[in-house]
Structure formats: C-alpha cells, structure tokens
C-alpha cells in the first residue's frame, strides 16, 4: 500500500482508470466462491464486495447466475455511485474481507494503469457517453446548455426573418428589443448550431419553439426563393393554429407587396409619430399570453355562496315574521279552540333529515297554517267499516241477565220466519193484482230474489244468536 502513491482527488482515481488486464485478474481471484466468513461475518470473495459497495440484495441471485460476477459489482458500483468508486476505495474493501493477497497482487499492475492514464488523458478528464437521443433536440446554441443543465430546448418570442441586404435594420431590431424591452429572438446566422439541415432546423423553431415570425420587408426580401417559402410555411401554420403568426415590418418602400403578405396590417417605423411608437407596438404584438391556471373557487369560503346563505336567511326570517302576523287571522278560520302562537326561537330546529325523527313538538306550541298538515286526519275506510260492524254487533250480545232473558227462540224465530214469508205472500198477491199481464214474469223473479234474500239475513241472525 505504501508502494503505490494514489491521487486524493477520487475522479482520478476513478475504478474506470482500471485497464482490462488488472479487472481481469481480479476477478479470477474473487469469482471463485470461499465458504469461510472472516471476523465480521462478511463473506470473502465477490459477495462481500457487493456488500460493502452497496449493491442492492435483490441484484445477488441475478449476479451469481453470471459468468464474471466481480465485472458487474464493479460496474453496477460505478453506475450507482460514481462518486465513492475509486480505486483506493476497492482496495479498503478489499482489506475488509480479509483478501490482503489480492491487494498484493493487484498493486503493481494499478500503479501502472494510473501511470498510463496520466500519460494519455491530460488532467484526468474522460469523455462521457453521448446521448444522442437529447442530440436530436438540439437545434440551437441555447439548446445545448440547457439540455447540459436537464431543461427543456429553449423557446423564443420570435423567429427574426430577412434578407442579407437588410442586416443594418435587422441588427437594429434585434439589438433594440432584447436590451429594452427583455425579449428572446432566434436568428439563423447568431443561433443555429452547425452539422445539421438548415431549413429542417428553421422550419422546426417557426413551427415549434417561436411564437411569432418578424419578417423585414424589401425587394431583396421578396425575391429570395427560401424566404417565400418560409413565410408562407408561416401563414399555413396560422391558419391550422387560428392565430396571428406573421408581424410584417417595413423600413422603406418596398413597391408593390405579393396578396398573401399584402393582406396583413404592417408595421413601418416611417410612419411612428406622436400617436404611436414603432418599438413599444412591435413588443405588444410579439407578446403570447402566457398559460396560467385558472383559480379554482373553493366552496366553504366562496363569497357567492356566503351572499346566497345570507339571503335565505332573511328570506327565513321574514317568512316566519309573516307568519306571526297572520296567526290572529288563521286561528278564527281554522281552530276552534284558543292556541297561543310559539316565538321563533321555540322553533324546530334541525341540521339534516335525520334530525327530524328526533324532533318533538308540543301541540299546543303548534302555529296554525294553511298547510296539509295541519288538517284532521281522515279516518281509513277499512277502520270505519270495522268500527260500524262491532257497532251493530254489539246490539246483539247481551251485556247483562236481563239481556239474556230478552233473546228470542227457536219457536219466536220460526214464527218470525213464517210471519214473514206470509206477508211477502200477501205483497205478491196485491202486487200481482195491480200489474198488468204481460209484466208477471218479471215480477214474480223479483218476488223470489227478495224471500231469497230475507231468509239468508233471518239465517244470519239466528247463526250469530247461536254464537253468543
């Protein structure tokens, strides 16, 4: 250990610094599987190596079943914690299993990887593996200090369209408005990164990443192929979007302007005067409303709601109020008898429909109203019915001896019975005398229907003296 001077600064000192030769030997000295554990129970071949670098345990059965598990838990160590896996720690983990000889053999060859890595990277510095997944989103230089820092590619207020001929205005523009008035603007020659198409990269920031396209009108402008193409992309994209895209600004007199650029309203710093200033009005047509989410109205403290309770309570109020006044006039019409009418605060009160179960109101403190419920309640048919029956039948059960004396018998029946069907005799008769011929029939089914009808109420009678 005192042979080989180590580097305090752990990214020289790297486990990747390690060449193949020295990871090589190793593991086949720790591979192969040792079933005595040292003083601290720590196993002393690659799986307490594991242990002390950190190694999840449900990463152990998957490591084992590998050809070179010690290559792994050397890789999965500087994967997870790139920080702590250095070469002089692997050598203190190594101590601590007690595999001193490995140390003595690993030695010679660590001193030279360290060596060699000194010789051929200046000042230690590795390159890091490339991403070239992020690498498709890069399309200007902001882009890849941001994608660096872990931000989304940048975005800006507006892509800076014109021709070469125009630089000085354009410079002017650019210069003025994100020093004054803190905007962001993309311009292919200050921001585009090289390597890639150009017209793929311009197309993707007006499309994707710019919120306006500031176009500076002029002959050159028009008769450059590539800007037609580019504006007109623009105008298709606010039409699909149903937004303004396209801010025209002129400089000078241009002649006569194309009908898909001419049916826009311009902005030309030749006519800014005392009503209107050219640099404050292209700011506010540059300007997108930023998203913000909307204030959601929570409805415990939502003053609509407190308004709406307030009013129901004075509706409330006010209601009962009335009702207080009226209570003279409804209790002559409806009640007979005198009921003192209740205060407010004798009310019923109750804070859900459960409540009303429970409440008990007194009848006297009941306040007389033109409602159904303070109407008499009407007896059911069935129980009126029922109540005439026992009426009636209590006529026929003796209450005392003197009662009992007083029934009739069987001898008063059959006279009562036989008394009876004389006289209906007698009817038949007279009745028979006093019709005409051709109603008789009609007549004597009549007869018969009625002595049918006496002797079963006469057999009902005597059935229910029987029972007594």
Not at 122 to 137: L, Q, W
Not at 182 to 187: H, N
Not at 270 to 279: A, V
Not at 311 to 337: C, G
């Amino acid at each position: 250990m005192n042979s080989l001077e180590l580097d305090n600064n752990n990214a020289n000192n790297n486990v990747l610094v390690l060449r193949p030769a020295t990871r090589t030997l190793i593991s086949s000295l720790l591979n192969p599987i040792k079933l005595l554990r040292n003083e601290r129970g720590l196993p002393r071949d690659w799986q307490g190596l594991a242990e002390l670098c950190g190694v999840a345990g449900e990463l152990i059965p998957s490591i084992s079943n590998e050809h070179n598990p010690t290559a792994t838990i050397l890789k999965t160590w500087q994967e997870q914690i790139k920080s702590e896996a250095t070469v002089d720690k692997l050598i203190t983990y190594l101590e601590q299993i007690d595999r001193s000889d490995v140390v003595d053999d690993i030695l010679p060859l660590i001193a030279e990887d360290l060596k060699y890595h000194k010789e051929h990277l200046p000042n230690g510095k590795t390159v890091k593996p490339f991403d070239f997944e992020s690498d498709k989103s890069v399309l200007t230089r902001d882009d890849v200090n941001r994608i660096n820092e872990g931000l989304d590619p940048q975005l800006y207020d507006a892509f800076v369209l014109f021709d070469e001929d125009d630089i000085d205005f354009a410079t002017e523009l650019i210069d003025n408005m994100e020093k004054n008035y803190d905007l962001k603007f993309c311009v292919k020659e200050r921001d585009l990164v090289a390597g890639g198409s150009e017209h793929d990269a311009i197309i993707r920031l007006i499309a994707e990443r710019c919120g306006r396209l500031i176009v500076i009108l002029s002959q050159a402008f028009l008769q450059s192929n590539a800007n037609k193409f580019f504006y007109s992309l623009a105008q298709s994209i606010s039409i699909d979007q149903r937004a303004r895209k396209i801010i025209p600004c002129l400089y000078k007199d241009c002649g006569r302007l194309p009908p898909e650029l001419d049916c826009y309203f311009k902005l030309d710093i030749r006519k800014s005067g005392t009503f209107w200033n050219f640099w404050d009005k292209l700011r506010d047509s540059i300007k997108v409303p930023e998203k913000l989410p909307r204030p959601k109205l929570s409805l415990p403290n939502n003053d609509l709601f407190r308004g709406i309770e307030a009013s129901e309570k004075r509706n409330s109020v006010s209601r009962s109020v009335s009702n207080t006044d009226q209570q003279p006039n409804l209790k002559s019409t409806l009640h007979k008898d005198s009921i003192s009418p209740r205060s407010i605060s004798q009310s019923v009160k109750f804070n859900s429909m459960n409540d009303l179960q429970n409440a008990k109101m007194s009848v006297d403190n009941i306040v007389p109203s033109t409602s159904a419920n303070n109407l008499e309640k009407c007896e059911d048919k069935a129980v009126r019915k029922r109540f005439s029956f026992f009426k009636k039948f209590k006529n026929f059960v003796p209450t005392s001896k003197s009662d009992k004396n007083r029934l009739p018998t069987e001898q008063q029946l059959q006279i009562d019975i036989a008394a009876g069907i004389k006289n209906d005799n007698n009817f038949d008769e007279n009745v028979s005398d006093q019709t005409p011929n051709n109603k008789k029939g009609n007549k004597c089914e009549e007869k018969r229907e009625k002595k049918k009808k006496f002797t079963l109420k006469l057999n009902k009678k005597k059935a229910v003296l029987e029972e007594t």
